[in-house]
Protein backbone atom coordinates (compact mmCIF):
# COMPACT_ATOMS: atom_id res chain seq x y z
CA UNK A 1 0.00 0.00 0.00
CA UNK A 2 1.39 3.59 -1.18
CA UNK A 3 2.55 5.46 1.66
CA UNK A 4 -0.14 8.85 0.56
CA UNK A 5 -2.31 7.77 -2.08
CA UNK A 6 -4.66 10.25 -4.23
CA UNK A 7 -7.40 9.72 -7.02
CA UNK A 8 -5.09 10.15 -10.38
CA UNK A 9 -8.39 12.22 -12.04
CA UNK A 10 -8.24 13.66 -14.17
CA UNK A 11 -10.85 16.25 -12.44
CA UNK A 12 -12.56 18.23 -15.82
CA UNK A 13 -14.64 21.33 -14.54
CA UNK A 14 -15.71 24.86 -16.17
CA UNK A 15 -13.95 27.69 -15.13
CA UNK A 16 -16.49 29.19 -11.59
CA UNK A 17 -16.81 25.78 -10.48
CA UNK A 18 -15.62 24.37 -6.98
CA UNK A 19 -13.66 21.23 -7.13
CA UNK A 20 -12.53 19.02 -4.15
CA UNK A 21 -9.16 16.74 -4.27
CA UNK A 22 -8.91 14.03 -1.49
CA UNK A 23 -5.75 12.16 0.37
CA UNK A 24 -5.32 9.41 3.10
CA UNK A 25 -2.08 8.41 4.28
CA UNK A 26 -0.57 5.30 6.04
CA UNK A 27 1.75 6.37 8.41
CA UNK A 28 -0.07 7.91 11.83
CA UNK A 29 3.89 8.76 12.65
CA UNK A 30 3.61 11.39 9.64
CA UNK A 31 3.92 14.93 11.61
CA UNK A 32 2.65 17.75 8.66
CA UNK A 33 1.07 18.11 5.56
CA UNK A 34 1.19 19.71 2.53
CA UNK A 35 -0.14 20.63 -0.91
CA UNK A 36 2.16 21.10 -3.96
CA UNK A 37 0.98 22.31 -7.35
CA UNK A 38 3.21 21.18 -10.34
CA UNK A 39 2.75 22.09 -13.81
CA UNK A 40 3.63 19.87 -16.95
CA UNK A 41 7.44 19.64 -16.75
CA UNK A 42 8.22 21.38 -14.03
CA UNK A 43 9.20 21.45 -10.46
CA UNK A 44 6.68 21.28 -7.84
CA UNK A 45 5.88 24.17 -6.01
CA UNK A 46 4.34 24.66 -2.13
CA UNK A 47 0.74 25.45 -2.48
CA UNK A 48 0.04 25.56 1.45
CA UNK A 49 0.47 23.80 4.36
CA UNK A 50 -2.21 21.92 6.10
CA UNK A 51 -3.53 21.59 9.85
CA UNK A 52 -5.73 19.86 11.99
CA UNK A 53 -7.82 23.06 12.06
CA UNK A 54 -8.17 23.62 8.47
CA UNK A 55 -6.63 26.74 6.54
CA UNK A 56 -7.62 29.05 3.92
CA UNK A 57 -5.21 30.87 1.14
CA UNK A 58 -7.96 32.70 -1.02
CA UNK A 59 -10.00 30.56 -2.75
CA UNK A 60 -7.89 27.27 -1.42
CA UNK A 61 -8.86 25.55 1.50
CA UNK A 62 -7.02 23.03 3.32
CA UNK A 63 -7.90 20.32 5.99
CA UNK A 64 -6.43 17.53 8.06
CA UNK A 65 -8.39 14.66 9.64
CA UNK A 66 -5.67 12.81 11.85
CA UNK A 67 -8.08 10.09 13.11
CA UNK A 68 -9.52 9.29 9.53
CA UNK A 69 -5.49 10.17 8.16
CA UNK A 70 -7.28 11.83 5.52
CA UNK A 71 -6.67 15.17 3.95
CA UNK A 72 -8.76 17.45 2.02
CA UNK A 73 -7.84 20.41 -0.69
CA UNK A 74 -11.00 22.32 -2.03
CA UNK A 75 -10.54 25.33 -4.77
CA UNK A 76 -13.26 27.66 -5.16
CA UNK A 77 -14.47 29.47 -8.69
CA UNK A 78 -11.77 27.79 -10.56
CA UNK A 79 -9.23 29.66 -12.93
CA UNK A 80 -8.22 28.20 -16.31
CA UNK A 81 -4.61 28.61 -14.44
CA UNK A 82 -5.32 26.44 -11.94
CA UNK A 83 -4.52 23.50 -14.29
CA UNK A 84 -2.10 21.54 -12.82
CA UNK A 85 -1.29 18.31 -10.88
CA UNK A 86 -2.22 18.61 -7.14
CA UNK A 87 0.66 16.66 -4.89
CA UNK A 88 -0.73 15.39 -1.34
CA UNK A 89 2.40 15.24 0.81
CA UNK A 90 3.12 14.33 3.83
CA UNK A 91 6.75 15.05 5.88
CA UNK A 92 7.92 11.94 7.25
CA UNK A 93 10.64 10.59 9.42
CA UNK A 94 13.33 12.18 11.23
CA UNK A 95 14.56 13.95 8.83
CA UNK A 96 11.97 15.32 7.23
CA UNK A 97 12.13 13.69 3.53
CA UNK A 98 8.81 14.56 1.52
CA UNK A 99 6.27 11.43 0.98
CA UNK A 100 4.47 12.26 -2.06
CA UNK A 101 1.30 10.69 -3.52
CA UNK A 102 1.08 10.25 -7.14
CA UNK A 103 -0.81 13.75 -7.61
CA UNK A 104 -4.52 14.73 -9.18
CA UNK A 105 -4.96 16.35 -12.78
CA UNK A 106 -6.65 19.42 -12.71
CA UNK A 107 -8.10 20.62 -16.02
CA UNK A 108 -10.10 23.36 -15.82
CA UNK A 109 -12.01 24.77 -19.16
CA UNK A 110 -13.79 27.76 -20.23
CA UNK B 1 18.63 35.43 -3.80
CA UNK B 2 18.81 32.69 -6.77
CA UNK B 3 17.15 29.53 -6.18
CA UNK B 4 18.16 26.04 -6.30
CA UNK B 5 19.86 25.30 -9.59
CA UNK B 6 20.29 22.65 -11.07
CA UNK B 7 22.40 21.42 -14.40
CA UNK B 8 22.24 20.37 -16.84
CA UNK B 9 18.13 21.03 -17.47
CA UNK B 10 18.31 17.62 -19.87
CA UNK B 11 20.82 15.25 -20.20
CA UNK B 12 21.33 12.27 -22.89
CA UNK B 13 22.95 9.12 -22.08
CA UNK B 14 23.34 5.80 -23.91
CA UNK B 15 22.73 2.63 -22.05
CA UNK B 16 25.92 2.09 -19.85
CA UNK B 17 27.44 5.42 -19.97
CA UNK B 18 27.44 7.81 -16.61
CA UNK B 19 25.12 10.35 -15.69
CA UNK B 20 26.12 13.47 -13.41
CA UNK B 21 23.56 15.72 -12.09
CA UNK B 22 24.61 18.89 -10.59
CA UNK B 23 22.30 20.93 -7.55
CA UNK B 24 23.79 24.20 -6.36
CA UNK B 25 21.20 25.03 -3.23
CA UNK B 26 19.59 27.95 -2.29
CA UNK B 27 22.25 30.72 -0.80
CA UNK B 28 23.24 29.86 3.30
CA UNK B 29 21.36 26.17 2.72
CA UNK B 30 23.38 23.04 3.89
CA UNK B 31 20.70 20.27 3.99
CA UNK B 32 20.30 19.05 0.12
CA UNK B 33 17.67 16.28 -0.51
CA UNK B 34 17.06 14.05 -4.06
CA UNK B 35 14.18 12.89 -5.81
CA UNK B 36 13.47 11.00 -8.66
CA UNK B 37 9.84 11.32 -10.39
CA UNK B 38 9.22 8.54 -13.12
CA UNK B 39 6.87 9.12 -15.98
CA UNK B 40 3.38 9.33 -14.96
CA UNK B 41 4.02 9.20 -10.85
CA UNK B 42 4.63 11.16 -8.14
CA UNK B 43 8.15 12.14 -6.58
CA UNK B 44 10.28 9.37 -4.48
CA UNK B 45 12.59 10.12 -2.12
CA UNK B 46 16.26 8.95 -2.72
CA UNK B 47 19.09 10.78 -0.49
CA UNK B 48 19.41 13.71 2.34
CA UNK B 49 23.00 15.19 2.39
CA UNK B 50 24.50 17.79 4.60
CA UNK B 51 28.07 19.07 3.69
CA UNK B 52 30.09 16.27 3.52
CA UNK B 53 27.87 14.10 4.88
CA UNK B 54 24.88 11.17 4.01
CA UNK B 55 22.40 11.67 6.94
CA UNK B 56 19.55 9.34 4.90
CA UNK B 57 20.30 7.14 1.66
CA UNK B 58 17.33 4.64 2.58
CA UNK B 59 15.36 5.58 -1.07
CA UNK B 60 18.86 5.33 -3.18
CA UNK B 61 18.79 1.83 -5.42
CA UNK B 62 21.60 -0.21 -4.17
CA UNK B 63 23.71 -0.26 -7.05
CA UNK B 64 24.98 2.28 -9.49
CA UNK B 65 23.61 5.15 -7.90
CA UNK B 66 25.86 7.70 -5.66
CA UNK B 67 25.56 11.08 -3.54
CA UNK B 68 28.13 13.44 -2.49
CA UNK B 69 27.68 17.01 -1.33
CA UNK B 70 31.40 18.26 -0.68
CA UNK B 71 32.47 21.27 1.59
CA UNK B 72 32.44 23.34 -1.42
CA UNK B 73 30.61 22.85 -4.71
CA UNK B 74 27.81 21.47 -5.85
CA UNK B 75 25.78 18.30 -4.59
CA UNK B 76 25.74 15.28 -7.22
CA UNK B 77 24.16 12.55 -7.84
CA UNK B 78 26.31 10.40 -9.89
CA UNK B 79 24.79 7.21 -11.93
CA UNK B 80 26.91 5.11 -12.91
CA UNK B 81 25.58 2.67 -15.86
CA UNK B 82 22.89 3.90 -17.08
CA UNK B 83 19.79 1.48 -18.02
CA UNK B 84 16.30 2.69 -19.35
CA UNK B 85 14.66 2.74 -16.61
CA UNK B 86 16.58 5.36 -15.14
CA UNK B 87 14.87 8.23 -17.71
CA UNK B 88 13.13 10.50 -15.26
CA UNK B 89 12.99 14.08 -13.82
CA UNK B 90 15.78 14.20 -10.80
CA UNK B 91 15.11 17.23 -8.65
CA UNK B 92 16.94 18.75 -6.05
CA UNK B 93 15.53 20.51 -3.12
CA UNK B 94 17.24 22.73 -0.14
CA UNK B 95 16.45 23.76 3.58
CA UNK B 96 18.36 25.89 5.73
CA UNK B 97 17.15 23.19 8.53
CA UNK B 98 14.69 20.72 8.20
CA UNK B 99 12.10 22.90 7.49
CA UNK B 100 10.73 24.21 3.92
CA UNK B 101 12.21 22.30 0.99
CA UNK B 102 12.79 24.53 -2.08
CA UNK B 103 13.18 22.53 -5.46
CA UNK B 104 15.24 23.11 -8.12
CA UNK B 105 13.88 22.96 -11.71
CA UNK B 106 15.17 19.49 -12.44
CA UNK B 107 17.02 17.22 -14.78
CA UNK B 108 15.68 15.25 -17.36
CA UNK B 109 17.30 12.22 -18.01
CA UNK B 110 16.74 10.22 -20.91
CA UNK B 111 18.59 6.89 -21.83
CA UNK B 112 18.80 6.10 -25.20
Known amino acids: RKEVEQDPGPFNVPEGATVAFNCTYS??????FFWYRQDCRKEPKLLMS???SGNEDGRFTAQLNRASQYISLLIRDSKLSDSATYLC???????????FGAGTRLAVHP | NAGVMQNPRHLVRRRGQEARLRCSPM?????VYWYRQLPEEGLKFMVY????????ESGMPKERFSAEFPKEGPSILRIQQVVRGDSAAYFC??????????FGPGTRLTVL
Open chain 2, 93 to 102: ASSPSQDTQY
Open chain 2, 49 to 56: LQKENIID
Open chain 1, 27 to 32: NSASQS
Open chain 1, 50 to 52: VYS
Open chain 1, 89 to 99: VALSGGYNKLI
Open chain 2, 27 to 31: KGHSH
